[in-house]
């Protein structure tokens, strides 16, 4: 743990490879910091090695050049810290090198570590996402036309003369899942370790949901726990209970967790309120106000989790009077405040959005195609069938 900090032989060439991913991570004696806590300088080597696309342990044999036994129990080391995603199909093991964001900075804190120093990891990381003046880890997740993650709507809220698509509904998501699991939220976690707690009062553990592979990979390896569709569903009812806002990934198809985010410690939703208003993809619908019904007293403003109300002077009559607006621009379509409004002056009405993404492989695609990177991931897949077609792989 961190004995590779001053060398270049691992840390480097794991930064290059982690920016080959449609979210990488920018360089920085800050990075480099972080990377040299939570990577063993083996575990760097072999990550700097990955192929892009998941990979058999007899192709990371020929990539690392380690010998199979050895290789296996390291990738089974990598995997209960979060750095590799193994799973099985076909009779065979994939693994798969986790990015940083959304990914192994993510699972740092999704288990109570005794083997890292989490309070000065807590403290490089808040540096590293937010302290850099130049934002450049802002711009890297942030700035691309396709938003990796999207809200999901408070279905509830949403007008009778529209029919919620499914994937924008987080109740029918987990039903369609199959299986599902409830974690640790690594931001409040994180937020705990500086002394900060959340504004709402939202929980810390057993509060990120996890679905499908993805879930089954976080039970495995003890990042999350089993859960029935109902106990996951009453962990939607309470979120909107605390006027929390739902976020999953950026596709129609089978997404793989549901965050519920606060304004005060979620790191993508403060993203948007520092600048990326278009970061996190937004619901087919945007918030309206009754004007005549609208007393202007802020509550809808203080259960918004990103800056998207203000308080206005409007003329009435004899004298001026206080209303809410909206920042359509800002406004992620929600309806977390919603239920805030002591008038009910609040409601949904339809937006016109970009399409969603249909699967994962579609959305990583679309950002690394945005990016310019997607040619190398392109080459990387096809010589990977064609060893598979030969037997290599």
Known sequence: MGHHLDGKSSIVPLIDRLNKYPIGLPDSDTLRRILAIIFTEDEAYIASRFPLTEATLKELVSSTGWESEKLAAKLDEMADKGLVFESKYGGKVFYLLMPGLIGFFEFTFMKQR?????AELAQLMEEYL?????QKMG???????????????YEEHIPVSSQIATYESAREIVKKAGYGAIGMCYCRHKKGHLGMS????APTKEICISLGTAAKFMVRRGFAEKRTTQELLNILEGARDLNLTHITDNIRYKPSFICNCCSCCCELLGGVQQGFP???AKTNYTLAINEETCVGCGLCKKACNVIALELVEVEGGAKVKKRMRVMEDNCLGCGACISACPTQSLSLVPAIRPEVPEKKKDLMKQILKEKKRLMPFVVATVKTKIKRKLGLG
Request: with cysteine; proline share 9%; aromatic share 10%.
């Open 278 to 280: 278009m970061g996190v």
């Open 130 to 134: 937010f302290g850099d003046p130049d």
């Open 139 to 153: 711009k890297e997740f942030f700035s691309s036309k396709t938003p990796l993650t999207r809200t999901l709507v």
């Open 114 to 118: 005794q083997d890292l120093p989490v």
């Open 198 to 201: 959340c504004d709402k009062g």
